[in-house]
């Protein structure tokens, strides 16, 4: 995986504050919530990865470059 620049990760924190809706649309992961599970952001780690709070309970976080997501 490579870790996104401060500069990106800036740009992902401005564009996905807390409080944000996205939904899922892709993910490669065996717990990954169901595709266009919905969201709500927590915040954007220092790693690039979107942390969600999913409608599901789940709460697998978004990376960067990898998962597939859209603001709703």
Avoid: F
Avoid at 9 to 16: C, E, G, M, V, W
Avoid at 17 to 46: H, N, S, Y
Wanted: no cysteine; glycine share 10%.
């Amino acid at each position: 995986m490579n870790i996104p620049s401060r500069e990106t990760t800036n740009q992902l924190r401005s564009r996905y504050p807390a409080g944000t809706r996205v939904e899922l649309t892709g993910m490669d992961d065996v717990q990954a919530p169901p595709i266009g599970t919905l969201g709500t952001v927590k915040g954007v780690d220092d790693m690039g990865s979107i942390m969600v709070h999913w409608n599901n309970g789940s709460s697998l976080n978004l990376i960067y470059n990898v998962d597939s997501y859209k603001k709703v």
